[in-house]
């Protein structure tokens, strides 16, 4: 599903594949701000395991029966067009038991509305669907991406069709939705790969995360109910960084694996401190705390209870983004009186202002003023707890010059706060509201993000 980067920070996914692994994570001109992503489309109006014939299409693979060799390693891939609406295009290959690999569509690298969106299904040899994916994550344009590592030694078949199909909406499809079709054995050696060494169960043998520009792909086995496995990392520099870690999505609807991580944390060099922490079993799946230079472990678990056929984790890491600018005011700004402005800057029509703020205790309230011009419709965009702060029920406010709120949304999910496109009753000074209701006894991290963005909606 297409995501306008007008709101949405653009994050870069390293290759990984055929000795590549070294693109950097591009942002947009709106800056950094992790509480402004969209999560995905999991709903329903995909294929059926099982499935022999999907029917439409006329392009000679439209079944298992007719699905097309994907030259595994070959960066040519194979190429397919969705046409007509409703086309279902059928691929095959040949993988090992326990080969990690990377199945994954070019197609839209722009995002653009006009072009095709694919979904792609993942089935094993029995046609038995094991992972499906409709966007690569964190999302960076409407391509799929499968990272996995297979179950068995086999025939294994990857479907694409466009999103409107998989998700119910009227099929669409015409004859320039073109796309590229390729899959890779996993470069394990490639310099932004690190491979769970299955040592690193406690702080003495942590295994130190491989980064290259920037970027790190971590996977890993979780080999039983008790596994805990440390990583090590180093944020360098002289300032404060925002360090984002995000744990793909797991199941037959997702990348396949039979478990999710039981839990993520963050904490300092010691392990005695927990900054950040996350729960992959209740779909929290971002860490991205700020922080200063120094060393730093990354731990992950498995939730326990049993464990599954194929039990792994990908983790994708990017370290060294610029962080938001910081809240500046942090003992004056409790009042609407002593609101720190907040400057918007224009950028294609949307005038937007990114904030990193902090509630240091349950009491604290943090004011923001931003001004909003004849015809602007804002929109808040705020993230606390959905990316491992111990902030929780953050509760995000846009408020008049009586300071009477206007709307308000408090973070309860792991899509963070939104509020919006709220008109506003007239041009003027407005307010953003941070506050919390309280904060998780065992994280110290504190800090919120927010995007705030002011645009005359289009008639």
Same mark, same amino acid.
């Given at each position: 599903?297409?995501?306008?980067?007008?709101?949405?920070?653009?994050?870069? !996914?390293?290759?990984?594949?055929?000795?590549?692994?070294?693109?950097?994570?591009?942002?947009?001109?709106?800056?950094?701000?992790?509480?402004?992503?969209?999560?995905?489309?999991?709903?329903?109006?995909?294929?059926?395991?099982?499935?022999?014939?999907?029917?439409?299409?006329?392009?000679?693979?439209?079944?298992?029966?007719?699905?097309?060799?994907?030259?595994?390693? %070959?960066?040519?891939?194979?190429?397919?067009?969705?046409? *007509?609406?409703?086309?279902?295009?059928?691929?095959?290959?040949?993988?090992?038991?326990?080969?990690?690999?990377?199945?994954?569509?070019?197609?839209?690298?722009?995002?653009?509305?006009?072009?095709?969106?694919?979904?792609?299904?993942?089935?094993?040899?029995?046609?038995?669907?094991?992972?499906?994916?409709?966007?690569?994550?964190?999302?960076?344009?409407?391509?799929?991406?499968?990272?996995?590592?297979?179950?068995?030694?086999?025939?294994?078949?990857?479907?694409?069709?466009?999103?409107?199909?998989?998700?119910?909406? *009227?099929?669409?499809?015409?004859?320039?939705?073109?796309?590229?079709?390729?899959?890779?054995?996993?470069?394990?050696?490639?310099?932004?790969?690190?491979?769970?060494?299955?040592?690193?169960?406690?702080?003495?043998?942590?295994?130190? !995360?491989?980064?290259?520009?920037?970027?790190?792909?971590?996977?890993?086995?979780?080999? %039983?109910?008790?596994?805990?496995?440390?990583?090590?990392?180093?944020?360098?520099?002289?300032?404060?960084?925002?360090?984002?870690?995000?744990?793909?999505?797991?199941?037959?609807?997702?990348?396949?694996?039979?478990?999710?991580?039981?839990?993520?944390?963050?904490?300092?060099?010691?392990?005695?401190?927990?900054?950040?922490?996350?729960?992959?079993?209740?779909?929290?799946?971002?860490?991205? *705390?700020?922080? %200063?230079?120094?060393?730093?472990?990354?731990?992950?678990?498995?939730?326990?209870?049993?464990?599954?056929?194929?039990?792994?984790?990908?983790?994708? !890491?990017?370290?060294?983004?610029?962080?938001?600018?910081?809240?500046?005011?942090?003992?004056?700004?409790?009042?609407?009186?002593?609101?720190?402005?907040?400057?918007?800057?224009?950028?294609?029509?949307?005038?937007?202002?990114?904030?990193?703020?902090?509630? *240091?205790?349950?009491?604290? !309230?943090?004011?923001?003023?931003?001004?909003?011009?004849?015809?602007?419709?804002?929109?808040?965009?705020?993230?606390?707890?959905?990316?491992?702060?111990?902030?929780?029920?953050?509760?995000?406010?846009?408020?008049?010059?009586?300071?009477?709120?206007?709307?308000?949304?408090?973070?309860?999910?792991? %899509?963070?706060?939104?509020?919006?496109?709220?008109?506003?009753?007239?041009?003027?000074?407005?307010?953003?509201?941070?506050?919390?209701?309280?904060?998780?006894?065992?994280?110290?991290?504190?800090?919120?993000?927010?995007?705030?963005?002011?645009?005359?909606?289009?008639?």
């Amino acid at each position: 599903m297409y995501v306008s980067t007008r709101w949405f920070l653009a994050l870069g !996914v390293a290759a990984a594949l055929a000795g590549c692994g070294d693109d950097a994570r591009p942002t947009d001109a709106g800056g950094t701000d992790a509480g402004l992503r969209d999560s995905g489309r999991s709903d329903g109006g995909h294929v059926d395991a099982g499935r022999t014939d999907s029917g439409g299409g006329g392009d000679g693979n439209d079944s298992f029966a007719q699905a097309v060799d994907i030259p595994v390693g %070959d960066t040519a891939g194979a190429a397919g067009t969705i046409d *007509p609406p409703g086309d279902h295009d059928f691929f095959r290959f040949e993988g090992m038991a326990d080969d990690w690999m990377i199945i994954s569509t070019e197609a839209n690298p722009d995002g653009e509305l006009t072009m095709v969106d694919t979904v792609i299904t993942l089935y094993d040899s029995s046609m038995t669907q094991i992972a499906e994916d409709d966007d690569a994550q964190p999302w960076v344009n409407p391509d799929s991406e499968i990272i996995i590592r297979l179950p068995t030694t086999g025939t294994y078949y990857v479907e694409v069709q466009e999103f409107s199909t998989w998700s119910g909406d *009227p099929d669409v499809g015409q004859p320039d939705f073109d796309y590229v079709i390729t899959a890779f054995g996993l470069n394990l050696t490639a310099a932004s790969v690190t491979v769970d060494p299955e040592s690193g169960d406690t702080l003495a043998t942590a295994a130190d !995360v491989n980064l290259d520009m920037s970027f790190g792909l971590v996977v890993g086995d979780l080999r %039983d109910t008790s596994d805990v496995d440390v990583y090590r990392f180093t944020v360098g520099g002289t300032g404060v960084q925002n360090v984002e870690a995000d744990i793909m999505p797991w199941g037959t609807d997702s990348y396949g694996s039979t478990s999710p991580a039981g839990a993520f944390w963050l904490t300092d060099e010691a392990g005695s401190t927990i900054i950040a922490r996350s729960d992959p079993s209740m779909d929290y799946n971002e860490l991205s *705390p700020s922080l %200063d230079p120094g060393n730093y472990l990354l731990w992950l678990d498995h939730p326990g209870g049993t464990a599954g056929a194929n039990d792994f984790y990908v983790l994708k !890491v990017y370290a060294g983004a610029m962080e938001n600018t910081l809240e500046a005011m942090e003992m004056a700004n409790n009042t609407l009186a002593g609101a720190e402005a907040l400057p918007l800057t224009d950028s294609m029509g949307t005038r937007s202002g990114f904030i990193l703020a902090h509630l *240091p205790t349950n009491a604290d !309230v943090d004011y923001f003023s931003i001004d909003v011009l004849a015809g602007e419709e804002v929109t808040f965009v705020c993230s606390s707890a959905a990316a491992g702060s111990g902030v929780r029920a953050l509760r995000v406010e846009l408020r008049d010059g009586t300071d009477t709120a206007l709307a308000a949304m408090t973070e309860t999910t792991p %899509d963070g706060a939104d509020i919006l496109d709220r008109a506003v009753p007239s041009a003027g000074t407005y307010y953003l509201r941070l506050s919390k209701g309280s904060q998780d006894a065992t994280v110290t991290g504190d800090w919120v993000r927010c995007g705030v963005h002011a645009e005359v909606p289009a008639p």
